[in-house]
């Protein structure tokens, strides 16, 4: 199961969509929870991630929309996990990466 889990993440070549499913693969997080990071809920030097921003999608009046909440589901949600080596570094190259080519902010989305 490993393999094919590192396999597919080698064949992505979008980054974006690569980082987004080693977050998955490697953090055991929710799709909505992957998607709604922000750079402010990783502590780099404490190797933490705190999970506190959702992403989802919804119909609203015949149309899908993203629903971007500053919480998570329920209270129990809420929580924080060790930042393991490899995700580290993706997140380090990823924030690098992101500080060339625009503003960066510790609210901004991952």
């Known amino acids: ?33 992957v998607l709604g990071l922000r750079w402010s809920a990783i502590d780099f030097k404490n190797n933490t991630l705190a999970v506190s921003h959702t992403v989802s999608r919804a119909k609203i009046d015949g149309k899908t929309q993203l ?13 924080s996990l ?14 690098e990466k992101q500080k060339r080519s625009l503003k960066s902010s510790p609210n901004r989305w991952i």
């Open 1 to 33: 199961m490993e393999d094919n889990r590192n396999i597919l993440a080698e064949e992505i070549e979008d980054e974006r969509l690569h980082n987004q499913f080693t977050a998955y693969f490697l953090t055991a997080l929710r799709c909505s929870e």
């Open 67 to 79: 629903i971007l909440k500053n919480r998570t589901k329920n209270k129990s949600s809420f929580w």
């Open 82 to 95: 060790p930042l393991i080596p490899q995700v580290k570094q993706m997140l380090l190259q990823a924030r």
